[in-house]
Structure formats: C-alpha cells, structure tokens
C-alpha cells in the first residue's frame, strides 16, 4: 500500500505519524510542505477528500494566523487559502493520504484508521505516550 505524508520534520507530530507508517511497512513518498509549498488545486483537493475547510486545517499555534488577522471567523475561505498559499506553514499537519483515504493525523494515532493492518506492539510516541499496548490494542 503506498502512502503520502505532508510532512514538518521540526514537529513532533509529524515526526510521530511518519515513524507509525514506517513501522508498519510502509514507504512513504514525505512532502515537506514547508520546502515545495502548496497549490490551491492541491489545498482544495487535499480538504475535500478529507472532509475540511480551510478553516478546519489553520494551523492556529506556532504561525502567523494571529499576526495575519486569520482568527477572526469573518475571515472568508477563500482569503485563508490565499495566506496559506504565502505561508504553507498555516496549514495544520500532518496530512496523511492512502488508499483507505485522506486525513489530518493529529492526534497522531489517527493515522491507524488509514491503515489496512496495525503495528504490533508496544507503540510509543516520542512522549513516551503509549498508543498501542505489547498486545497491539490501542490505548485510548
């Protein structure tokens, strides 16, 4: 099965969903958003298919989004979409795409409902939070 991860090395998160795909065998092609930015095809793609608005995918912490004046829930889509197109980082990751579909993994133990089988176990975060017990049942 192949797998896509819009992917920030400098977040945890990410960094986080991107070991889970490996750990389940996957290879996955990782788009450093952040180096290539966006394209508004791209965005509107990646949002339908996992069922967001531009609003739902801000990233609102650690970005410019309160600087922009973006947190004001009159800011329209289209506008987010324009500053997100300067600013690749305002949009919330990782983003995980596979055959089972496309979603936003955060938390990063979502990316296990895009997966056709689950790590074994133990998986742990970075944290040390436990997602996945020796027995491989998640830990919620």
Known sequence: MSAVIYHNPACGTSRNVLEILRTTGHDPEVIDYLDTGWTRPQLLGLFAAAGLSPRDALRTSKSPAEELGLL????????????????????????????????????SEAVLDLLDRLPEGPLVKEDGTVILDEKGQRVD
Do not use: Y
């Open 72 to 107: 004001d829930p009159s800011v329209s889509d289209e506008a987010l979409l324009d500053a997100m197109l300067v600013h690749p980082v305002l949009v919330n990751r990782p983003i995980v795409c596979t055959p089972k579909g496309v979603k936003l993994c955060r938390p």
